[in-house]
Each structure stands twice: as structure tokens, then as C-alpha cells.
């Protein structure tokens, strides 16, 4: 499975961004879709995950209230919506596609490029 992260960029604190994650060659409908970010010098972060029908989505404090993660099986894409960023939230985002739950990298076999997040204060 090929990830393709997109929608990053420069915004200010307090700001909104959203995220899409697509894949050629394979229906993401059959996973179960995660979130990290890493930041300069740091490990990699979970930031959510999303079931394979959206139904359900999970994610750690420091997002919890602020991210959003969504899905659109038919358009084969998941979302990342994030509000109220804010400084500590630069970092590269990566999406992620496996087959089970799990806040950790090693839950997920496939992985995006990654898409740069600058959150200016």
C-alpha cells in the first residue's frame, strides 16, 4: 500500500489545518488508519487512529478535543483536522495503514511520506 500524506503547511496558533491521506494501489477500507507526527529531535508521536469504518477513532491527551480524524472509504482517503494548533504541534505528520489498534509505530506496516505542519506562535 502507497500512503500519500498532503494538506501541511505554515498557520498560525489557534489556526486550523486539515490533512488528507490517500493510497494508490489497494482499498483503504481494509485497515485501520493512524496518525503520528515527529518533531526535530523527538519520536515519533501518536496522534489517533480511525476504524476501518470511521465508526470509531481514539487519540491521546494532547490532542484529545483539538484533532479530528475522519474517513472516506469511497474516495479511498483519511482525514486529519486539526484546530486550535498550536506551537507544539509542529512537526512532520505522517499517515498509517495496519491491522489492528495500537498507538505505536509498530502496529502499522505502511506509511506516508509525511506532510510538514509549522504552527507559528
Known amino acids: 500500500v502507497q500512503l500519500q500524506a498532503s494538506g501541511g503547511g505554515l498557520v498560525q496558533a489557534g489556526g486550523s489545518l486539515k490533512l488528507s491521506c490517500t493510497a494508490a494501489?489497494?482499498?483503504?477500507?481494509?485497515?485501520?488508519m493512524g496518525w503520528f507526527r515527529q518533531a526535530p529531535g523527538k519520536e515519533r508521536e501518536f496522534v489517533g487512529w480511525?476504524?476501518?469504518?470511521?465508526?470509531?477513532?481514539y487519540y491521546p491527551d494532547p490532542v484529545k478535543g483539538r484533532f479530528i480524524i475522519t474517513r472516506d472509504n469511497a474516495k479511498n482517503t483519511v482525514y486529519l483536522k486539526m484546530n486550535s494548533l498550536k506551537s507544539e504541534d509542529t512537526a512532520v505528520y505522517y499517515c498509517?495503514?495496519?491491522?489492528?489498534?495500537?498507538?505505536?509505530?509498530?502496529?502499522?506496516?505502511?506509511w506516508g511520506q509525511g506532510t510538514q505542519v509549522t504552527v507559528s506562535s
Open positions: 480511525i476504524s476501518y469504518s470511521g465508526a470509531n477513532t
Open positions: 494501489g489497494r482499498s483503504l477500507s481494509t485497515y485501520v
Open positions: 498509517a495503514a495496519g491491522m489492528s489498534y495500537g498507538s505505536i509505530p509498530e502496529t502499522y506496516a505502511y
